[in-house]
């Protein structure tokens, strides 16, 4: 949980599965991305996730000024990496917040994969 506002007649707390899923759909709606991705911990490998599990591909701790946001992709290949990556941490630290009111001190973009678009 964390600890978003505090006001006179109490604080707003928002848990950390919210976050990751806002997180999730803001980065999945940018162009040039395949999907997210996240870790079976367990076996070590990496799979594609869906709308379901968005939240998965999603990494959130704080610091001192403000949440740490690592979103874990897969872009499509012939894709400007760079620019797809960018467009990414823009995305989710505007929608965190404006839309959320959640303060942001970093948004880092893990580029897991390529995958050709239109493949299986």
Avoid: P
Wanted: include cysteine; charged fraction near 20%.
């Amino acid at each position: 949980m964390f600890k978003i506002k505090e006001t006179e007649i109490g604080d707003i707390i928002v848990e950390r599965e919210v976050i990751e899923t806002i997180a999730g759909l803001a980065a999945i709606d940018c162009y040039g991305l395949v999907g997210m991705v996240a870790q079976d911990f367990q076996s070590g490998l990496w799979s594609i996730l869906g709308l379901d599990s968005i939240r998965k591909g999603v990494t959130v701790s704080s610091s001192d000024k403000g949440l740490i946001v690592d979103v874990h992709v897969i872009v499509g290949y012939g894709i400007k990496i760079h620019e797809v990556a960018h467009n990414v941490m823009q995305k989710v630290a505007y929608v965190l917040e404006h839309n959320a009111g959640i303060k942001i001190a970093q948004v880092n973009v893990n580029v897991e994969g390529v995958k050709v678009l239109g493949e299986k």
